[in-house]
């Protein structure tokens, strides 16, 4: 386990060509980095192989439990082929075909076969991210419409394009997604990120299938579309993370309505217990230059203010030009934040209602007594790695520590605000165990003589039951 970079709130790191070499792997891990991403809209297969294997590799010679993010692409929207550069003109109309063709200024070729039948006269047709506007103005037949150009420039091939007042048909899961999920599972992964949630059956869906192949992976939900945003109190209790992916939300939804449906989801993953990320332009300006701008410092400081799990980096590693100095300024900006009051204490108390309140009710308490005492630690014993995520969503200031026999879940719990693991597999007694925690700390330099560690764990712990204990240790 790495000593040095010890913040809570988390880095993910999307790998590309400029961080997928070995040696860059590891700077960046060392930098701060817990979550490495594999974006599958992009990327062979065996590529995709080849970042992993060096993953564990490294993980395995630095002691640290990085895990490893698939990002499905799903049902993304483009438009076809274009000769070169076509350039849209303002107030001029455009064509739009769901019929394979070569765009041109008169004519637009769409990926989405069900367009025509599914657009209505009046709806939005986005293009590049929202730069150009389409307005439908007649559909001519069933793959054919005619549309304004309202906001006009250049396109070039296979950009990306968004119906936001259009409720679309298209399944969470492509072929092509259905391959990479197949291909992540045997992978082993240790998250798979669901693009353009619209509905909590989304996430079963997913969820199902993932236990059919007999597959570990937990799921998260990517919020980019308004339906997610309606339906995001159902989402959040199905899903096991959130991911608020600004990128095409921005597109789907007006720009000034994002901050506060981040603000909103960041909260309600806390009432809930769920990570959740923070993506999408976070350093954007350093994919050229060395230094963001303070309207970027201040994005990531806001996110983890707000009680973030973790914050994303995307092109900035993937292909930027500085992918390590981006994560060390980042690091350390977490670090500084993390150094206000205003950081911790967030959740809300357990629900007496819920089956699982006296298990909510000791780690909701284990955080208030860390606090009363200033304790350097609260540990938790974990087989389902239920009561890490619990302990986490109240933001302790104490530092989180997971113990558990469950080797792979050390890698998930990575994503998950404050938590860092330890393999434990020795269940004597509960004394014993409390001994060997307590000295685990010490031997990595965590706890020191005269601390207070607050254990939580389930007794007897050989029946690995809900936590349902708290003890109070002093260092000796």
Not at 76 to 88: A, P, S, T
Request: charged letters at 25%.
């Amino acid at each position: 386990m790495l000593i040095d970079n010890f913040n809570k709130t988390k880095i993910v790191a999307t790998i590309g060509p400029a961080s997928s070499s070995e040696e860059n792997l590891e700077k960046i891990i060392l930098a701060g980095v817990d979550v490495c991403r594999l974006n599958f809209s992009h990327g062979a297969h065996e590529v995709h192989k080849e970042v992993a294997d060096r993953i564990r590799k490294i993980n395995k010679k630095l002691g640290t439990h990085v895990a490893i993010l698939q990002d499905l692409q799903g049902p993304k929207l483009r438009i076809g082929k274009v000769d070169g550069v076509i350039n849209l003109e303002a107030g001029k109309h455009i064509l739009v075909t769901t019929e394979k063709c070569i765009s041109t200024e008169e004519k637009l070729s769409v990926s989405y076969e069900k367009l025509a039948l599914e657009a209505r006269a009046g709806d939005r047709i986005l293009l590049n991210d929202g730069k150009l506007e389409l307005k439908i103005t007649e559909i001519i037949s069933n793959n054919l419409l005619n549309t304004e150009i309202i906001n006009g420039g250049d396109l070039t091939s296979n950009k990306g394009f968004n119906l936001p007042n259009t409720p679309i048909s298209a399944p969470c899961l492509t072929e092509k997604d259905m391959e990479d999920l197949e291909f992540g599972l045997e992978l082993n992964v240790d998250w798979i990120a669901l693009s353009f949630v619209r509905t909590a059956e989304d996430v079963i869906f997913l969820k199902n299938l993932i236990s059919q192949k007999g597959g570990r992976a937990k799921v998260i939900a990517k919020i980019e579309k308004p339906e997610a945003v309606e339906n995001f109190d159902s989402i959040v209790k199905i899903t096991d993370a959130v991911m608020v992916a600004r990128g095409d939300l921005g597109v789907e939804i007006p720009l000034q309505k994002v901050p506060m449906v981040q603000k909103q989801v960041v909260q309600k993953c806390l009432e809930n217990a769920k990570p959740v990320i923070i993506a999408t332009q976070m350093m954007e300006s350093m994919i050229e230059d060395s230094m963001p701008t303070r309207a970027e410092i201040t994005d990531v400081a806001n996110a983890v203010l707000d009680g973030a799990d973790a914050v994303m980096l995307s092109a900035e590693t993937s292909v930027g030009k500085y992918p390590i100095r981006v994560v060390e300024i980042m690091n350390s900006i977490i670090a500084d934040i993390e150094k206000e009051e205003d950081a911790y204490y967030k959740g809300v108390k357990p629900n007496s209602s819920s089956p699982t309140f006296p298990s909510d009710e000791v780690c909701f308490t284990a955080v208030r007594m860390s606090d009363h005492l200033s304790a350097s630690a609260i540990v938790g014993m974990t087989k389902s790695g239920y009561t890490a995520f619990k302990i986490a969503s109240y933001r302790p200031e104490a530092n989180v520590f997971i113990f558990t026999d469950n080797e792979p879940l050390l890698n998930t719990l990575n994503l998950v605000w404050g938590v860092r693991g330890f393999h434990y597999d020795r269940y004597v007694s509960t004394d014993e165990t409390f001994e060997d925690v307590i000295k685990t700390l010490k031997d990595n330099k965590v706890a020191q003589i005269g601390d207070f560690v607050i254990n939580c764990a389930s007794m007897p712990l050989k029946k690995k039951q809900r936590t349902n204990t708290i003890k109070i240790s002093l260092v000796e």
